[in-house]
């Protein structure tokens, strides 16, 4: 198999977060959509991450944690509780190389 037959446009999956600590504190299972492959620009991030310096966090994921139409959730204005952050990035790496 020659490798250009494994390149392939990103598509949106979704993400479910549906652990019984999630399900207990917020009153329901938490979704959120992020591409099945990384450009490698945020693949770096990922692997760059300092998670002791929230803004490197932020930085990385912000172009990850996207709604179903494909927007990011986070932003300047709009932020995640630190929790539910830590939990979509273990999610997204998580999902690294499956695809």
Do not use: H
């Not at 329901?28 to 959509?33: G, K």
């Not at 099945?36 to 300092?50: G, W, Y």
């Not at 929230?54 to 932020?79: F, H, Q, R, W």
């Amino acid at each position: 198999m020659k490798l250009e037959q494994l390149a392939a446009k990103p598509r949106l999956i979704k993400i479910t977060m549906d652990n019984q600590e999630i399900v207990d504190e917020y009153g329901d299972v938490i979704e959120f959509w992020t591409w099945d492959r990384q450009p490698m620009k945020s693949f770096v991030k990922l692997a760059a991450i300092d998670t002791n310096n929230y803004a490197s966090v932020l930085e990385a994921v912000k172009e990850l944690v996207l709604t179903e139409e494909g927007k990011p959730i986070i932003s300047d204005e709009n932020m995640l509780p630190t929790k539910i952050l830590m939990l979509c990035i273990t999610k997204i790496v998580e999902g690294l190389g499956k695809s």
